[in-house]
């Protein structure tokens, strides 16, 4: 089945569900039968649940419909398919002179926002590396 009648099948459907959801109502106004009403307000409640379906399948069923007129389309004259380069300021580098994403350049003056290269001073010329306490999970309930 093609897409235009999927389209047209869930329709149907979706009319069908909303026929028998707006019959019940006054049905179940016009009756004091306690059963009755029960029963239609389980019918109602699953026609409201069927009806969601269908308009989700509706829903899916178009937007597939209209990404796949959408891939045909061209918006570029590029032979390639590739999209134009963006312009170039003459005061912006070339891609090329630019870092790659998460490393610093080290031409000019460092950024206030730069990182900094190391996160502590560097250590006296006698100082040696502290020990680090070697803690148990029972010294640490001690």
């Not at 909303?18 to 016009?30: D, G, V, W």
């Not at 026609?47 to 389309?73: S, T």
């Amino acid at each position: 089945m093609n897409e235009d009648e999927a389209i047209q099948n869930i329709t149907k459907k979706i009319e069908r569900e909303k026929a028998l959801i707006s019959a019940a109502n006054p049905m179940r106004s016009q009756t004091n039968n306690e059963a009755v009403r029960s029963r239609l307000d389980s019918q109602m409640r699953d026609g409201r649940r069927n009806l969601q379906f269908f308009e989700e399948k509706l829903r899916d069923i178009q937007m597939r419909k209209v990404g796949q007129g959408v891939e045909g389309m061209s918006l570029g004259a590029d032979d390639a398919g590739r999209p134009p380069p963006p312009p170039k300021d003459a005061s912006s580098a070339s891609w090329g002179d630019q870092p790659a994403y998460g490393q610093q350049s080290q031409v000019g003056p460092p950024s206030d926002l730069a990182p900094p290269r190391h996160n502590f001073g560097a250590p006296g010329p006698g100082a040696a590396p502290k020990a680090r306490p070697n803690f148990t999970k029972l010294g640490a309930y001690n």
